[in-house]
């Protein structure tokens, strides 16, 4: 199978570009390497896919390219005859979008916008994108399930995450376009991002400074290991014979039960207190952390609680790993990467 992965130089991208490549598949990757965050771990995660691909059955191209300007995408499209997409690329972060509405819209809504279409004229045989836990804003029942509605995202990030999805719709009921989303819950693993709190706190831990701890630690997410996040995009993506006509999630339009448009959560099904998070990364590091308790940011959701049963339905996909043992591969990957450097 020929695979198109978007935001490949990315801590998802990367790891389901080199799932892929290990399994024998032939991948593109497009990434811009924008400078969200460090691009030299960027090119790190480049590198290794490389690395990867040079071992590996499966071709490998990459194109350092924009989204969000059509040539980019429609050259690609030209250029390969894809049997999958998966759009991974975006501008992620919740604060960020606080103060950068403009960047979300470019690389969240123009960039999907080129995928979408291109995959439309392609007939492309599906299409599986990110969104996020975000997307179900404050106040909404616990577990978060696909058939609460979902309709009041908070952050500007998550409200351009709830458009992909709705562009998603608009596309499979229009055009008959196969699309799946995976709501996302807080990713975490090696080869982490650097804006989130993992890898902060342990940059921190081990600079002997103070971590900053909001809404004093008591808040929760679910947090899911980013292996068992890319057995479920993969298993998704695979599933195409079975996007089932009797099952949509009935957001954002019941109505429309016929399209091939299908929506899911992908969580650990397991809350963790942040504070319980911290103490994880304690002993992974064999060090007490100074913490800094501080109130609540703006725009940060108390709680996150995913409900996996569709997913699990779909395509029998349980994430499995126990933030002891996820949190622990992180700190081993960063002793051993910024060690080397
Ligand atoms: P990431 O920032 O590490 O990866 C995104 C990649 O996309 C980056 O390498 C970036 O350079 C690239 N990119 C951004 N805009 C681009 C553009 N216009 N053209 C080309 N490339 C572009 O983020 P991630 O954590 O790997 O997230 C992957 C996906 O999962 C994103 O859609 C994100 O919104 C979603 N998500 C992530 C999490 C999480 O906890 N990590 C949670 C929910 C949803």
């Not at 995928?115 to 978060?144: D, Q, W």
């Not at 196969?178 to 989130?196: A, E, I, K, Q, S």
């Not at 099904?269 to 609540?296: D, T």
Request: a negative charge.
């Amino acid at each position: 199978m020929k695979v198109l992965v978007t935001g490949c130089a990315g801590f998802i991208g990367f790891h389901t570009a080199q799932r892929l490549l290990k399994r024998g598949d032939d991948v593109v990757g497009i990434d811009n390497v924008n400078d969200y965050y460090d691009t030299s771990l960027k090119e790190a995660r480049l590198k290794e896919l490389d690395t990867t691909a040079a071992q590996s059955e499966g071709r490998y191209e990459f194109v350092r390219g924009d989204l969000a300007e059509q040539t980019v995408v429609d050259d690609c499209f030209k250029a390969h005859k894809f049997d999958r997409v998966i759009h991974l690329a975006a501008q992620a972060g919740v604060r960020y979008s606080l103060e950068n509405p403009h960047s979300y819209v470019r690389s969240n809504i123009v960039a999907f916008t080129n995928i979408i279409e291109a995959c439309r004229y392609a007939a492309t045989p599906h299409l599986t994108y990110a969104s996020t836990s975000s997307v179900y804003g404050a106040n909404t029942k616990m577990p978060f399930s696909e058939h609460d509605g979902a309709n009041h995202p908070l952050q500007f990030y998550a409200a351009t995450k709830k458009a992909n999805e709705m562009m998603a719709h608009s596309y499979s009921h229009l055009f008959g376009l196969p699309t799946t989303g995976l709501r996302f819950f807080t990713v975490y693993g090696p080869w982490g991002r650097p804006d989130m709190a993992l890898f902060k706190f342990t940059q921190k831990i081990l600079a002997g400074e103070p971590i900053p701890v909001f809404n004093h630690g008591n808040h929760t997410r679910d947090f899911t290991y980013v292996d068992d996040i890319v057995e479920g995009v993969l298993r998704a993506s695979d599933d195409i014979a079975a996007h089932n006509p009797d099952w949509s999630s009935g957001d954002p339009d019941p109505a429309s039960s016929n399209a091939p448009f299908r929506l899911f959560n992908i969580g650990n099904n397991n809350p963790v207190k942040l504070s319980a998070y911290i103490e994880a990364i304690e002993s992974s590091l064999g060090i007490k952390a100074q913490k800094e308790l501080l109130p609540l940011q703006p725009g940060d959701a108390p709680d996150t609680f995913a409900d996996s049963t569709e997913l699990k339905k779909a395509v029998g996909y349980k994430a499995k790993t126990s933030v002891e043992i996820g949190v622990a591969n992180f700190v081993s990957w960063y002793k051993s990467f910024y060690n080397g450097r």
